[in-house]
């Protein structure tokens, strides 16, 4: 079964993370929906349809399949990688209404594990957040992303340790924090202005969620609001500084970051003669094979075709930009568009390794790591599609090389004789499920025989099963 499909509405999966709480709505699973794996926190989420696409989708024949949104709330469920494909495969035995009881029940389990408390007093109302913004702040500056534990380990331990408390601590923090002001808005005179206040740090809260959560990252993410914490503080009556003075400190910070970053990895790099730092944000960097770069240093968390433009507005003759902030990254959009401009556009790591190369390579560099991890991805996508028994998988081309690639290139082998029809579906369901993980795949099926016989031009041939 191969079918178009658009992406679930960020809001829409927002409302389905705030029903599961983390977890597989299958009430006989209910395990966490991310596993630690190598000290990692991974996502086996499956955002699951109740009754699938098209005419011939899991669960399509029912009643309601013409009378409702298929890609609406009410006919999604959050379960894990395992109970999706099974309650997909064996549709005749999960029925609609039954997965629907299963959706409904476990909703109200999750919002009893957090009931909110009816508060009438304000200063008590205010003490709950301020517990919560606290402890949040702690581990913030512990182990977050501008932390010594992070800096001190560039893409190391201490980011994994800072995916974990997001993931335990600060989002459920955040969420609370919401649910005290928004439940308790009616006990207090109308307009009430913590109400107010709270609707800004709510903005920053659900990008936050969106960016640790979904693949679907904010542009210009919204940082923490410090008046927000300091409007609460000083209506408690704690001493707190200014959101002005904090933001200078902040900014006075990050600058220092950089240059540790700078210190640390670039000034004593193999590949570079001599770094000159033109101003706070940029730097002249002159390689060895006599390339000069003038280098464009960001922050910024989540860095988007909207951050390019403003950046290229201050300077338009830069060569580089590197993302410094180890817990950062670019959208894809972005990287093409740097690619296409001949604009490196780079993590730290990735840049102290493309200034190795020229050209493309330099542009479209890849970390063996990256490598490594489409490699296991694919693996696990061609094990979830149930391979035939003696078939081999490999991938070509651009993949396994570049960055940004237009396409997936897959040789599917297989021993001779087969059975046609199990290795159709094999192709289709791996065509799916490559489609909605990394874009459009181009599969190409050969006998052992056929691939044998070959004058293989296939660029980076690589067996990624079994």
């Not at 920053?204 to 409007?231: G, V, W």
């Not at 093409?336 to 050209?359: P, S, T, V």
């Not at 599969?443 to 025989?449: G, M, Q």
Request: contains cysteine.
């Amino acid at each position: 079964m191969t079918t178009t499909r658009k992406s679930i509405a960020l809001n829409t999966t927002r409302q389905l993370w705030g029903q599961c709480g983390g977890f597989c709505q299958n009430p006989s699973c209910n395990k966490p929906l991310f596993r630690e794996a190598e000290g990692s926190s991974v996502s086996i989420a499956n955002v699951a349809h109740i009754i699938g696409h098209g005419s011939s989708g899991p669960r399509s024949d029912h009643e309601l399949a013409e009378h409702i949104d298929r890609d609406g709330v009410a006919n999604l469920i959050m379960l894990c990688l395992e109970c999706h494909k099974v309650v997909d495969e064996l549709e005749n035995r999960f029925v609609v209404e039954e997965m629907q009881e299963w959706k409904t029940a476990h909703a109200e389990r999750i919002k009893s594990l957090f009931s909110i408390p009816n508060i009438k007093d304000e200063r008590e109302l205010l003490i709950e957040v301020n517990d919560l913004l606290e402890e949040n702040a702690a581990l913030f500056q512990e182990c977050g992303p501008y932390s010594e534990n992070v800096i001190g380990g560039v893409g190391g331990d201490g980011l994994k340790v800072w995916k974990k408390r997001c993931l335990d601590t600060i989002l459920p923090n955040n969420q609370r924090i919401i649910a005290l002001i928004d439940a308790n808005k009616r006990n207090f005179p109308y307009p009430w202005e913590m109400y107010r206040r709270m609707l800004e740090y709510k903005i920053h809260a659900d990008a936050f969620q969106d960016n640790c959560l979904t693949d679907q990252k904010i542009n210009d993410y919204k940082l923490f609001p410090r008046r927000f914490d300091y409007f609460v503080k000083t209506n408690l009556g704690i001493a707190s500084e200014h959101p002005k003075v904090i933001e200078k400190q902040e900014l006075e910070f990050r600058y220092n970051t950089v240059q540790t970053f700078i210190e640390r990895f670039l000034s004593t790099h193999s590949a570079i003669a001599s770094l000159q730092e033109l101003n706070r944000g940029t730097m002249l960097v002159e390689l060895c094979d006599g390339r000069k770069l003038k280098v464009f240093v960001t922050n910024t968390y989540y860095f988007t075709d909207y951050t390019l433009e403003r950046v290229l507005e201050v300077d338009p003759a830069v060569d580089v930009i590197i993302c410094s902030s180890p817990a950062g990254q670019y959208s894809d959009s972005a990287k093409k568009e740097c690619i296409e401009r001949e604009i490196g556009l780079f993590m730290l790591g990735e840049f102290m390794g493309a200034i190795n190369h020229n050209g493309d390579l330099y542009l479209n560099f890849l970390l063996k790591s990256d490598r490594e991890q489409r490699k296991e991805r694919i693996t696990q996508l061609i094990k979830e599609a149930n391979p035939p028994s003696g078939t081999q998988v490999f991938t070509f081309g651009s993949f396994m090389r570049r960055k940004h690639f237009q396409d997936v290139d897959i040789m599917i082998v297989y021993e001779e004789p087969a059975d046609i029809t199990k290795l159709k579906l094999f192709e289709s369901e791996l065509g799916r499920l490559i489609c909605n993980q990394f874009g459009k795949p181009d599969l190409t099926i050969a006998s052992n025989r056929e691939f044998n016989a070959l004058r293989l031009d296939y660029d980076n041939l690589s067996q990624v099963y079994p």
